[in-house]
């Protein structure tokens, strides 16, 4: 089984940048789905993000589009989420999370591990 530790994260001001980090032990990354998803409180696990395995295609849920990037690194077996442009209802905390399949799913109920997640917070 994969297994994923994340990095980054933090408080940022409207307007700034992060950049999420999820690496992958267990498994190699290149034949995987492997998404974002963000949990504000009070609030259920959305999809932000997700790179399908069959070709790395990337998606983007319509609230993060044009400002979030998804991106693979397959010698260092990890995926990352650079974050531009961030608002105050960006705040939540994000989960990277791998698929067994080829193509990406919007259930969260459909990834079979996920990382620890890490608070993103932005001010306004």
């Known amino acids: 089984q994969v297994q994923l530790v994340q990095s980054g994260g933090g408080l940022v001001q409207a307007g700034g940048s992060l950049r999420l980090s999820c690496v992958a032990s267990g498994d190699t990354l290149d034949h995987i789905t492997i998404a974002w998803f963000r949990q504000a409180p009070g609030k259920e696990r959305e999809g932000v993000s997700c790179?399908?395995?069959?070709?790395?295609?990337?998606s983007y849920a319509p609230a993060v589009k044009g400002r979030f990037t998804i991106s693979r690194d397959n010698a260092k077996n990890a995926v990352y989420l650079l974050m531009d442009n961030l608002k105050p209802e960006d705040t939540a905390t994000y989960f990277c999370?791998?698929?067994?399949?080829?193509?990406?799913?919007?259930?969260?109920?459909?990834?079979?591990?996920w990382g620890q997640g890490t608070q993103v917070t932005v001010s306004s």
């Open positions: 999370a791998v698929l067994g399949g080829p193509e990406c799913q919007g259930a969260s109920a459909a990834y079979g591990s």
């Open positions: 790179s399908r395995a069959s070709d790395g295609r990337p």
